[in-house]
Every structure is written in C-alpha cells, then in structure tokens.
C-alpha cells in the first residue's frame, strides 16, 4: 500500500531526494565552486534496493540543486551489479589517463555488490562531464579479494607519498583495509588496521582526515572513522592517531570507544576536502514511522577539528561554517534574547510555527539542576521533547520519553551523553527540523542526534531551567 504523504516530516534545511529512498553520502566531493553531493539511492521505490548513486549541488548546504543519477545500478542477462558507497576525486593530473581534451577527469571509486554472486570488489568510473554522468572502467574490478563483505571505499591525494590512498573495510574482520595507488587502477596493500575499539558487529564506511590539534598546523592528528551497528543502534566510532603514509597507529586507550554521535541516528558520515578543511556529512537513519515520498536523509555538514581536553586530544564537532555565517540570510527571520533569568518556563514564538529552527543559547546555570529546551509541544501539552544539559548528573541529553514511545526501543526514549562544563555554563546548538533534532554541547564537543515525529501542530517550543540565567540565545525561524 502507498503511505500518505508526510510533508510534516520533510526538513527545510536538511537534504532529501525528492523522492524515493536515500542512505549513506557518497563521492562527497567540492568543483567548480560547487559541494558535489552523490548519496546510495533506490531511483524506483521508496526503500531499499536497486543501489546507484542519486546526485545533489549545493553551494550554501541549504539548498540543492536535484541533478538526473549519475551512476546507475548495471543490469545485464546475468548479473545484477549494485553501485555502493564510496568516494569521488577530482584527478587533477589525470594520473588515470581518463581525461579529455586536456580536461581532468572526476573518478569514482566505489564497491560493486553483486547480490546475486554473493561479491562485493571495488570498482571505478570516470567522469568527464564535471561529475554529471560517468563510464564504468572497462577493466573493473579494480580490487577484487573474492570477498562477500569488502566494502565502501575512501579515497584522497596524499601529498607526502605522492599517492592516491583508499581506506576501505573489510567488514566482517573489523579492519581497515589501507591501498595506495600511482594511477587509481592499480592498488598496492599498504597495511591494516583493527580490530580495535568497537568490533562486535561488520565495520563499514570508514574514512580518514588530518586535523590540526587547538588549530595549530604545525600539530596534525589523523582521526580515522568508522560505521558499524553499535549496542543501542548505529554507531561511528573515531581514532585519534598518526599515519605515516603507510600505516595509521590509534592513541586510543585500549577498551575505550570514542564515538562521533551519541544519539540514535547518525551514520556511514564522510567527508568533504576542501582547502584543508574536513567537513563531515552523515545519514540520519530513520525507521519508523515511514515517510513519503521520500525516506531517508542527510545530517547537518559538521566542520571537524581535534582540540585537547582535560580526558585528552578529542573530536569536536560544528555546523558547517557555510552555513552558520549566512544563517540571517537563510532564515525567514531571527531574534536575540539576553540576561534573561529563567522562571516559568520561556516560550519561544521565534522559533517560527514549523518545527524548523537553529537555536544558538548560552545558560549560566546558578543553581538549576537542568537547563534547555522544551520542543515539539503538543496543543493540548501533554507531549514534548526535552533537550538540553543535566547539571547533576553533567549529561548533555534528548528526552523523547513522552512523545516517541511508539517510535523508538525502550533504551533509546532518552539519549545522553556524558560532557563536563566549567565555570557554570554551557552552551546548546539545538538544530530541529521537523524529524530531525542535532544538540550539540560545549561548540560540538559532544552531539546527539536522532529522529521525531511530531504531530503537526505540536511545534511549541520554550526555555526552561528554573533559576537559570540565558546569557545570550539566538534563534532563526528556517522554516519555508
Ligand atoms: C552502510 C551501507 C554500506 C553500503 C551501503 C549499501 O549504510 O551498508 O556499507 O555500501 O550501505 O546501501
């Protein structure tokens, strides 16, 4: 039967396809002055199947251009190749030899799924339409171990080695499997490296990014990240650690497990390159309720950096740049509240009527046990959804225990995440986009994400925190 449409559900300033099914990012890839978004697509049916690779333009993260496939699955009489996840290059120097007319060509590198054969190997295609369209390499597979689980390879220039490196997983050996490459058609193993960390379950998507530690560049770590099902849902656990072209070694302490997100939702991230900077772009899984006519989505594009903290060196995370300096723009309209004591609790009609907003709030604390938001209210007031920071048990979380028990597991009603605050305050990026929520504490040190599915008139919102002081709060309406 065909769901009814949704469009209470739809974000404003998330990425959707129009329709039909998306999960994971792909080929994340920055030309012509344009974020190149490629995302794992089903073009027939809102759900699962029939992978290619959907395509999206954007150049403010907001909004986006919706482009024909660009890759699509290939049927032939006897085989059924799947386009899975992976990455695109600009190859500059044409180190491929696929470039036209002194053009240099885009490559794609990804895994072919063959579900019929029970294979997965790695794949290439070449673009000399600026990404548009491309052509599978007449020699495919590029990288085949004869393997069922081998999968989602990502691929950069490594100035130091002069080489292309690929990381991609082998997924049921919770490795990181390292090539390099002179040409993008002939890989060399490099190393390995896993099982570490979280390794109960397959390891996918991973990627690797150099970061400056405190914004010194004289001071770069390598994060490696990878996707894997974690105990209470998706999880994309980091390491922090050095490569030397070759090899990557994690400073993890054994027995820890660092991930990106610690909410419900947030998985197979990768990353755009751009000028030195990594900004990361996650799939916001959702189960159920379903939605139409489209299913899945894209997370905010988060700006990493490493920054040392009282535990160690650890990931932070902020919206992308791109978008928080032209929010005034990007918004219907905005407002600004400051030193404001908190009584009762503090409506928000700034916010706008559509569950579509950026709150950006600092809470000097005083003696209030919990500080945040109160979302997603209900008419009649008898749902809502609490976010915000727990001074007692210093946890910044996602409350959804009263309006989502039909929609999340038990162990997921709440969210929290462990963040200690210094000097009484602490600051809240509260991103909501009608079944989207991104709460980001301390300038992204910790984040959860995870999925709502208000009624649609259930949009109010307030501050609360009784005795808590508002030191500045800055909301933007980014409903359409
Ligand atoms: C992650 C994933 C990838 C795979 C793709 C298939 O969500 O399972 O490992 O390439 O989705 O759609």
Excluded at 104 to 118: C, G, K, L, R, S
Excluded at 255 to 279: H, M, Q
Excluded at 399 to 426: F, M, W
Aim: proline content about 5%.
């Amino acid at each position: 039967a065909q769901t009814a449409e949704t469009p209470q559900w739809r974000p404003a300033y998330h990425f959707t396809p129009k329709k039909n099914w998306t999960n994971d990012p792909n080929g994340l890839i920055f030309l012509d002055g344009q974020y190149q978004l490629y995302y794992q697509h089903n073009p027939f049916e809102n759900k699962w199947g029939h992978m290619s690779w959907g395509h999206a333009t954007t150049t403010d993260f907001v909004h986006w251009k919706h482009l024909p496939v660009a890759i699509p699955e290939i049927v032939t009489k006897d085989t059924t190749t799947w386009i899975y996840s992976g990455s695109a290059v600009l190859d500059k120097d044409n180190t491929s030899g696929f470039g036209k007319n002194g053009k240099p060509p885009v490559v794609a590198i990804f895994t072919a799924d063959q579900p019929t054969q029970h294979k997965e190997s790695q794949f290439i295609a070449y673009s000399n339409d600026g990404g548009m369209s491309y052509t599978q390499y007449a020699k495919n597979p590029v990288i085949d171990l004869n393997k069922r689980d081998f999968r989602d390879p990502n691929v950069w220039w490594h100035e130091g080695t002069k080489q292309w490196i690929m990381t991609v997983a082998m997924v049921d050996e919770h490795m990181v499997r390292i090539y390099g490459s002179k040409n993008l058609k002939e890989w060399t193993k490099l190393s390995d490296f896993g099982p570490a960390g979280y390794a109960k379950n397959g390891w996918e998507c991973p990627f690797m990014v150099p970061l400056a530690v405190d914004g010194d560049k004289s001071k770069i770590k390598w994060m490696l990240s990878v996707s894997s099902g974690g105990d209470h849902g998706p999880l994309m656990q980091y390491f922090v650690g050095d490569f030397d072209g070759t090899t990557f070694k994690s400073d993890n302490p054994t027995g820890t497990v660092f991930s990106i997100d610690n909410g419900d939702t947030f998985y197979a991230g990768i990353p755009w390159r751009v000028e030195g900077k990594s900004t990361l772009l996650g799939w916001l899984q959702n189960g159920h309720p379903e939605t139409s006519p489209w299913k899945g989505q894209m997370s905010i594009p988060r700006d990493l950096s490493l920054r040392t903290t009282a535990d160690g060196v650890r990931l932070f995370q902020q919206p992308s740049s791109v978008i928080q300096n032209s929010l005034n723009k990007l918004s219907k309209s905005h407002a600004e509240i400051s030193k404001k004591t908190i009584g009762d609790d503090l409506k928000l009609p700034q916010a706008g009527s559509s569950n579509s907003y950026w709150i950006e709030a600092e809470f000097s604390l005083n003696d209030a046990k919990q500080a945040g938001f109160k979302i997603a209210q209900s008419a009649d007031g008898q749902k809502t959804i609490t976010v915000g920071y727990d001074v007692t048990k210093q946890q910044l979380f996602i409350d959804c225990s009263s309006a989502e028990k039909d929609n999340k597991s038990k162990e997921n009603l709440i969210q929290t995440t462990e963040l200690k605050i210094t000097g009484g305050t602490v600051k809240l990026q509260l991103l909501v986009d009608r079944s989207s929520v991104e709460l980001f504490g301390n300038n992204g040190e910790k984040v959860i994400s995870t999925m709502i599915y208000p009624d649609v008139t259930a949009t109010g919102v307030s501050a609360f925190g009784a005795g808590a002081k508002i030191t500045r709060l800055k909301v933007w309406d980014m409903g359409k």
